[in-house]
């Protein structure tokens, strides 16, 4: 019929379930797991050690009917297993009248996390009341340190080249919904061939995706749109970025800013809005958006329009300046770009 031009029809195509949590639960979503840095030492025999400090930040989620009184007598003990399930590290507190807590946990000569070596720990935050534990929450994560600029991009302090691809979501023939079985032929047909990298281009990517390119060792860039404000068809997400996209970012980021495989987001792909002043004012909104929520990645975006992300600020107010094609133009962007790169 002539009005389905106007659904996509795509369904359900990843998967949905339901939790059941006490009324005070530990949220899964306001938990952030954060390599902040490595140190070395020495001890007593003279041996040195690397350090990782491994942040931990929580919120408990109260429910309908839950008192937060009883916060005074709820304590959390965090600990850092190792892919064997032993114990590494931990910490352990009181839960303030907030329900919020934040702390810091060294872990002594850590396996670091790369493609080379996707090494995974888990860190088990575990609530109690009075000592009996009333909910436990299991997060996987990599111990790993993301930096870029003008030396490039750096993987726990060593500069890299990225070996990357476009990814659409979908998997080809497979189509929309998501397949493990094929997202892991898929990651592993791309390491032969020397990828070691993808674009999740341009939709956000599933928790499946990215628990696989955890395991199997993939840097990845999570991307978010692919229009603003301007369209680029009839039924695209134009209609709902000023009401959505704020909302639509928040997920992505607090669903996965703990996967050591995330290394930058993209906050669009080839931009209509890229030439405009528009464009410039989103652009600054969605990073700041961003880093209130995950502080540790960088952010960028593809531009296809490069005169106009130039003339508009859009290039020079993105964190990594990002090109699509154009390798005529690459010179011309590097001169432009202040922090002396382009992706």
Partial sequence: PESSRWYPGAGLYRPVKIVMVPKIAIDPWETAIRTIGFTTGVNNYGMTKLQAKVEYETQLNVGTGADPVIFKDMSFVVEVLNDSGYYEAGSHFDVNSEGHHKTVISVTNPQVWSPENPYLYTMRARLLHKGRVVDE???????R?????????KLNGEVRKIQGVCLHHDLGPLGAAVNKAALVRQI???????CDAIRTSHNMPSTMQMEV????GMMVMA??????????????????????ADRDIENLVLNHRNHASNIMWSIGNE?????SATGLKYTRKLQNLIHSL?????CTQGNDN??????SGVLSATEIPGFNYRVQQYEKGLAASPRGFIL
């Fill in 188 to 194: 592993k047909l791309m390491k032969d061939m020397g």
């Fill in 213 to 216: 390119y955890d395991s199997l």
């Fill in 271 to 275: 931009i209509p809005d890229q030439s």
């Fill in 306 to 311: 490069i005169g106009g992300a130039i003339w």
């Fill in 223 to 244: 991307e978010s749109f692919d229009m603003w404000n301007y369209p680029k068809c009839k039924n695209g997400y134009n209609l709902f970025f000023n009401e959505w």
């Fill in 294 to 298: 995950d502080p540790t990645r960088p």
């Fill in 137 to 143: 929450l299991n997060t996987k994560f990599g111990i």
């Fill in 145 to 153: 340190t993301v930096e870029v600029g003008k030396e490039g991009f």
